[in-house]
């Protein structure tokens, strides 16, 4: 398979910034999906990458280098509501491979 | 728009006992996919489908879990006999699948507690 790694946990101030890397085999995957998991409920779609480099959404940016099997995701002026796993998967013709979780908690 | 919508919410049941999921995915979505989240991991594909037909059951327990997608709509994933292990959140996903690049929407999923 596909080995996906992501960081199991990372903890920042709010109204800070933090960036989750995820790594991953370089050959396989068309793009790279992230998705915000809150506790007890479904995964929602954050972003996606299927060309090299840095795609904005608002507090959210999402990079992506195809040739290093390398994304990030970056989390701007954190806010407590953002406290979630983050997952990274590839997308390989719309079956998705996930990460295992990245949990982000946010302290005052 | 309605999302994908799964019922039971939540089911405890003992080890060897049977148990099916079902799950209505958002209207005109062609793509369904069943999950299997365990506590701490990410999901992990069971079953795609493609309308009525499997497009990839290759990581799907065919000895005791089974899924039907009849008439391209609903889906149910069965398991049969549940063991231990089998306790997890059961996620169910749709996407267009029209073609392109399109996310997948998740349903809230069913927590299975095996006994």
């Known amino acids: 398979g596909q080995n996906i790694d992501q960081p199991t946990e990372m903890t920042a101030t709010e109204g800070a910034i933090v960036q989750i890397n995820c790594t991953y085999q370089?050959?396989?995957?068309?793009?790279l999906f992230w998705y915000q998991q809150h506790a007890g409920e479904a995964p929602t779609f954050l972003s996606y990458?299927?060309?090299?480099g840095l795609e904005e959404k608002g507090r959210f940016s999402s990079f992506l280098s195809r040739s290093k099997g390398y994304s990030y995701l970056l989390l701007k002026e954190l806010q407590m509501k953002d406290s979630a796993s983050y997952l990274c998967?590839?997308?390989?013709?719309?079956?998705?491979?996930f990460g295992a979780g990245t949990q982000v908690v946010v302290t005052p | 728009e309605a999302g994908v919508a799964q019922s039971p919410r939540y089911k405890i049941i003992e080890k060897r006992q049977s148990v099916a999921f079902w799950c209505n995915p958002i209207?005109?979505?062609?793509?369904l996919y069943w999950y299997q989240q365990i506590l701490g991991q990410g999901p992990k594909l069971l079953i795609q489908?493609?309308?009525?037909?499997?497009?990839?059951d290759s990581q799907l327990p065919k000895d005791r879990f089974s899924a039907e997608r009849l008439k391209g709509v609903d889906s149910t994933l069965k398991i049969q006999p549940a063991k231990l292990e089998d306790s997890a959140v059961y996620l169910c996903?749709?996407?267009?699948?029209?073609?392109?690049?399109?996310?997948?929407?998740f349903g809230p999923g069913t927590r299975l507690t095996v006994l």
């Open positions: 209207s005109g979505h062609a793509t």
């Open positions: 998967a590839g997308d390989s013709w719309g079956k998705l491979q």
């Open positions: 489908f493609q309308n009525n037909g499997v497009v990839d």
């Open positions: 370089t050959s396989g995957f068309n793009g």
């Open positions: 990458n299927v060309l090299d």
């Open positions: 996903a749709s996407r267009t699948g029209t073609g392109g690049i399109d996310e997948q929407f």
